[in-house]
């Protein structure tokens, strides 16, 4: 089994009323190559008549970003032309790529009758040869992510990218990574075989664990050694849990605000091209 090098704890970040809490980059762990970054969002009651999700109109480059909607929705609108409102359970994957703004706000409907708000949103880096690439967006509905049972339906994925138990995910990335959100029921077992090389992504959403061994709840990230590929999880209480795994590109990383890229002058050059209109314009 892959021994647990560190658990991360999750820091309060609130963002204006918006409850949050960071799991990626924090004091103690600045990324886990490939994966970037990580918000956890709520969970939270909003009153009736609220102003909704604070992300208005902001640039990125040269990574992607995953948006898990636990609870509530999130509208999607970038430069692109892109428009939707995803629902809970779905998901959006935009893949910033060359250059692209885009806004994250709750949609009329949720600030008109408030409710339930939890959500999660992962940066994953781009490789150098695809940091460039056109930008894309995709928002899927819960209906739209194939479920995979495990322990006799104790435990269901849900196969946001790459193939969990010959089950093929929603999404085929750009680069080599799988994500998975897991349900797992007081109790359930699973147990995934992933090479010793790549990279673990594991938060604990909510609920207890014991992981290959060690305990561990809510709101940690795991960071693994590379010393193992046997993952083996039981659900010491309801549990839901963000898993994922991919391979390490081992470049560079430089980031300033909305951008990731290689080098310093990338940086610059990504600030220069926003300021030139070359994000496009935005007409939300």
Do not use: C
């Amino acid at each position: 089994m892959r021994t647990i090098k560190q658990q991360h704890q999750a820091i309060s970040a609130p963002i204006a009323d918006l409850i949050t809490y960071r799991a990626l980059p924090t004091q103690s762990v600045e990324h886990l190559d490939p994966f970037l970054f990580l918000n956890h969002h709520g969970p939270q009651v909003y009153r009736p008549n609220n102003r909704g999700l604070p992300f208005g109109p902001h640039p990125h480059r040269g990574f992607e970003t995953v948006t898990f909607i636990l609870a509530g929705d999130i509208m999607h609108q970038d430069s692109g032309g892109h428009e939707s409102v995803i629902e809970a359970g779905g998901i959006q994957w935009m893949t910033a790529g060359s250059g692209l703004i885009h806004a994250e706000i709750s949609s009329p409907a949720f600030k008109r009758t408030g409710g339930d708000l939890e959500i999660l949103q992962l940066w994953v880096n781009l490789p150098a040869r695809h940091k460039m690439t056109e930008p894309r967006y995709t928002g899927l509905q819960k209906a739209d992510i194939p479920k995979v049972a495990q322990d006799e339906g104790h435990v269901i994925l849900h196969a946001v990218a790459g193939d969990w138990f010959g089950t093929a995910g929603a999404m085929q990335p750009l680069t080599d990574m799988q994500l998975a959100t897991v349900e797992m029921r007081l109790g359930g077992k699973l147990a995934l075989t992933i090479p010793a090389e790549r990279t673990i992504f594991f938060y604990t959403i909510r609920g207890k664990l014991r992981v290959n061994g060690q305990e561990t709840e809510a709101r940690r990230l795991l960071e693994f050694n590379h010393d193992g590929n046997e993952l083996q999880i039981e659900a010491l209480s309801d549990a839901v849990v963000l898993l994922g795994h991919a391979a390490p590109f081992q470049e560079p990383i430089v980031a300033a605000g909305p951008f990731v890229m290689n080098t310093e002058a990338e940086i610059q050059q990504a600030y220069q091209d926003y300021r030139a209109g070359k994000f496009g314009t935005w007409e939300g």
